[in-house]
Every structure is written in C-alpha cells, then in structure tokens.
C-alpha cells in the first residue's frame, strides 16, 4: 500500500490523491463503497486488493478480509454476507473464475439485494497464468454487467459505483483488470466520503429469489433476460462511454476498450486532435455509439487488451460497410501483452527513439526455486526413488514447484489446474500406468486436491501423492495457507487414506535419502499413498522472523 499523503481530516482525505495500484484502487473503491467483508484466493496478478483490505482490517476492523480454500467457496461465503443484506466483494484471477464459476453464473439468477462485486483480473501475455483467458467472455456468458477500467482513478470510481449498480440491476458486477493496471500505480482522488456498511437484511422472499429450484430459476432467468435491456440502456448513457467525432476526418477512427485507451493516448502528442475515437469501459457495450461511429467512419482500429471480444462484436457476420482493423487483422498480435508500441505500429507512426547503454548487457535470469528451497530436496529425493524405473509419470500443479519441470530438475511432467495432479495420477493408474506420481503444494491441495483424493481413495488408485508441504502460498508472496500444515495429515486420514501409507519426511539437505527411502517404499506400494514432505518456505520463514522482530 502505498498512500503518500498525510490525512489531517476526513474531508483533507477525501481529497487528496493517493498513489495507489490498481489494485489498491479497486480495494479502496470497494471500501468506499461500504463493504462489510471481501474474500479471494491469493493469485497473480489479484492478490494486492485482498492484502489491501486485510491491512485496513487489521487496523480499523472491518472488513472481514479473508483468504479462502478457493475461488469458490470465497464467491460462495461473498454470497452468504450478500444474502444477509451486506455488500461483498471477492477477487481474483482469470483462471481462479473458473473455478469460481459454478456460484458466480448461478448468482445472476439470485434477487441481488446488497451490491455483490467480482474482480477478475486478466493475465494477457501469461506473466504468472497458465492462459489468456479474457473474463468479460464469462460476464458476458453469465449474462451480467463488466465494468473495465482504464487507468486507477476509473478502477476506484468503477469499484465504488458497481456495489450501487449491482443493487440497480439486482446482478452481481464484475471488474475486470488486467495485469499492467493492477501492477502499476497513479494517484487517486477518493471523492466523496466513504459509504456506512449496510444492517443486516435478508431477503423479503428467499424462497422465491435464491432457492434455485427449476420453477424458480426459469422465472430469475427471464427477469434476467429482461434486465438486459436496462443495463444496454444504462451503457448508452455511462461516463464510462465516450465518444468524440472529428468532422475534419470521415476516413478513419479509432475504439479502445479499458487499458487500450492509456496505450493509444499515450501516441498523441494532442488527445483531442485525434481522429473519432469511441472509448469503450462497459460491456455491454454502448450499440448506439457505435452506430453513430460506424456512420461517421469508413474504418476503425480496435485497441484492447485481452481476446478481440469488441473487435468481433464490431465485425459481427453481416456487413455493415465498416472495416475493423485489430487483431484478427493481423494490425495488433493476436495474442501477448498490448503494449503502447504495437499500439504505434498499428497506427503506422514511425517508432519512438530508444537508446541502448553501451557496455551494459544484463545476464538472462530464467525463474528458478530460491537457493535452499525445501522443494529442491523434495525433487532430489524424488529423482532417486524413481531410479531404476523405465518409465515414469509425475504429474504437478501450480506453485513455485512448477518450476521443478525445468533444468536442472525436470522432476514434473505437467501443470494443467489447482489440483489436477491427483486426478492425473489417477486416471494414469486407471490406465494401467505405473508408478503415477502426483505432486503439489499444501495450498494448491487443500485448494482443489482434497476431491480428486477422494476419486483416488475410493478406487484404491495404485499411486502415490506428494505433497510439498512448505506452510504458505509461496508464488503469490507466503500469505498463510487456509489451514496450518499440521493438519494436512488430518485431512488425508479423514478422507481415507490408510494410516501407514500417510507418511511425513522431512524435506531437508541432511534427509535427502530418508526421504527417498520413504517415497520408494510408498512407489511400491501397491494402492494409494501419499507423502507429506514438510519444510517451511524460505521466504515464509523470513517474513515470520522479521514479524518477530529478529533478524530476517
Ligand atoms: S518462495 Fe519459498 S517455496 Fe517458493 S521457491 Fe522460494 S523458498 Fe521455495
């Protein structure tokens, strides 16, 4: 967090600018806007605007600001204070909706009485994500309104603003962010004061408007096809829409969509001497504005970030006489991060001047686990109990040890999700395959790995589970794991697992072959095992000792 301005009063607070992340902006907009709990599951590039709002918890009280097992169940506990008449908020990641989407398509047929907001924010150019998937598709296909951003103040603007609209509409709002807002910062202007949380109040009729019973979700469904014509009407009229004709150019013109605007901008020596340009912030989006574009130009450019969701929109199947230019074009890459220079490129402007520094060559720095990582012994042992074997199968899962498929480890063979290891190993198994070996992190199991245990348990899958217990989520900067590592064996006991095959090693440089011992006895076992091997994070360990006040 970092607000740099001294707050003398609460109206000097109000209005003043604080240099936040975008993802500061949307917590702080949410705060603003009276929320009474947020939740979310740590995932680059989301995991600031929880942090954000544990923070303010841990010195105001409220909110509630929790991490959860999972996007789901962090949607469904948001459900549970919507239900009850406060205002929620819950974030995430592209990927981490999901999982998340059960309860979040679900919830547009739900009679919204207290502002529900979902953040998603989008990885293009898959800086920490296994894809590019681009969530206002999921808004879109849960039949509900996206708000998108440009620049941070909109990200606080648009977060405070989607509680009241969610309650206008009786939908929950998504805000979608991508990766370069909510990683960077620019000053904010809070505006007015900060909205009182709601009392509690349920529902007048929840028997009627969120028991999701067929005869019941047929009539939510309807009003929710009828609320679509309100939410086309509200964006025709939203701020968030702009339009500027240029009579002196009937040629050419211009539609940006969130950060698209920042990059376009950022190649004019003078906005407002640009050709047209329709800005686009929510989708749906403003038909009559677009209308009212494609009638003064002959062709336009597209400038978003994420899939080429308005361009096709645009291009539609019938002509219309309009050329759209973007990235199914070949104009801007199909796939990547935007940036402000394939911005330039696309407009054909001749590229900036850069310089180089003579002398200086940095070395490339490939990811690699931290220098005494316990997962590092973990793979040394891994790599040995495997020996002798001709072939093997390790499937992984989404942690820093996704980083043990490189060199010089290439101990893992695949990370598809949170948690598919186990049913991996297990379909394997079922397959014939042996040894299957499944291998994630303690948070990634008790995230999404508990269940596919359950599949493995009940068909006595012949494989073997291990798990890299290391007491933290560490990709995401060592937030505390649902539940303690301590009661990782509990869990794997309780759902089935034969007491003798739930083993814990230590993963350390001096235990190496014991634990190598210990994962080839349970390989050879024929059945289902599992391994816990047990080391604190380096980074979690620091953070803890520094928490102490010793040395980090
Ligand atoms: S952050 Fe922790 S878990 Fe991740 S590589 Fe470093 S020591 Fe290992």
């Not at 105001?60 to 506990?77: L, S």
């Not at 999901?98 to 990885?123: E, K, T």
């Not at 359950?454 to 007491?471: E, H, R």
């Not at 014991?514 to 095992?529: N, P, Q």
Request: proline letters at 7%; a negative charge.
């Amino acid at each position: 967090m970092s607000e740099i301005l001294v707050e003398r009063s609460e109206e000097a607070r109000t209005t003043s600018a604080v240099v936040l992340l975008g993802n500061e902006a949307v917590a702080l907009g949410a705060l603003h806007a009276g929320i009474s709990a947020a939740y979310g599951y740590p995932g680059t590039p989301s995991t600031e605007i929880l942090e954000f709002l544990q923070a303010r918890a841990a010195a105001d009280g409220r909110p509630v600001a929790r991490w959860c097992a999972n996007e789901k169940t962090a949607y469904e506990a948001a459900l549970g204070v919507v239900m009850v008449g406060k205002r929620a908020l819950v974030s995430m990641k592209h990927v981490g909706l999901n999982v998340a989407a059960d309860p979040f398509v679900n919830s547009a047929l739900l009679g919204i009485h207290a502002g529900l907001v979902v953040v998603s924010c989008d990885d293009p150019g898959m800086h920490s994500s296994q894809n590019e998937q681009d969530s206002r598709h999921l808004a879109d296909f849960a039949r509900i309104l996206c708000l998108e951003p440009a620049d941070q103040q909109e990200a606080f603007d648009m977060a405070r603003a989607a509680f009241d609209l969610s309650e206008r509409f009786a939908l929950p709002v998504m805000v979608r962010l991508v990766t370069r807002l909510a990683h960077s910062r620019a000053g904010v202007l809070p505006g007015e004061p900060p909205a009182p949380e709601r009392t509690l109040r349920k529902p007048e009729d929840p028997g009627r408007t969120w028991t999701l019973l067929p005869s019941i979700a047929r009539a939510q469904w309807r009003r929710v096809l009828r609320t679509q014509r309100d939410l086309r009407a509200w964006a025709e009229e939203s701020p968030w829409n702009t339009l500027r004709l240029d009579p002196g150019n009937r040629d050419f013109g211009i539609v940006t969509a969130g950060i698209g605007r920042n990059y376009y901008l950022d190649n004019l020596n003078d906005p407002a001497a640009g050709p047209s340009h329709l800005h686009i912030g929510t989708f749906p989006i403003p038909a009559g504005k677009v209308r009212d574009l494609a009638r003064h130009v002959r062709s336009v450019l597209v400038i978003e970030d994420g899939y080429p969701i308005v361009e096709r929109m645009l291009r539609g199947v019938l002509t219309s006489g309009l050329e759209v230019w973007g990235k199914e074009t070949g104009h801007l890459p199909g796939d990547g991060e935007l940036t402000p220079d394939l911005v330039r490129k696309a407009l054909n402007k001749a590229p900036r001047e850069s310089f180089n520094l003579p002398g200086l060559s940095l070395p490339p720095r490939p990811p690699q686990l931290c220098q005494g990582c316990p997962h590092r012994d973990s793979y040394a042992a891994l790599h040995r109990a495997l020996e002798g074997f001709p072939e093997t199968l390790v499937a992984a899962d989404i942690g820093c040890y996704t980083l043990g498929a490189l060199p010089p480890f290439q101990a893992i063979e695949s990370c598809v999700c949170m948690g598919a290891s186990i049913g991996m190993a297990k379909g394997a198994s079922d397959a014939g395959f042996r040894p299957a070996v499944a291998v994630l992190g303690d948070s990634t199991f008790l995230h999404s790995g508990v269940t596919p245990l359950m599949d493995a348990v009940a068909a006595d899958a012949d494989m073997t589970v291990l798990i890299l217990d290391n007491g933290t989520v560490g990709m995401t900067g060592t937030q505390e794991t649902v539940l303690p590592s301590g009661r990782i064996r509990e869990i794997v006991l309780g759902v089935g697992v034969p007491a003798e095959h739930c083993r814990i090693v230590d993963a350390n440089p001096h235990a190496v072959d014991a634990m190598a011992k210990v994962l080839r006895e349970e390989i050879d076992h024929r059945g289902i095992s599992v391994v816990i091997a047990r080391r604190e994070c380096l980074e979690s360990l620091r953070r803890h000792r520094a928490e102490k006040g010793g040395r980090p």
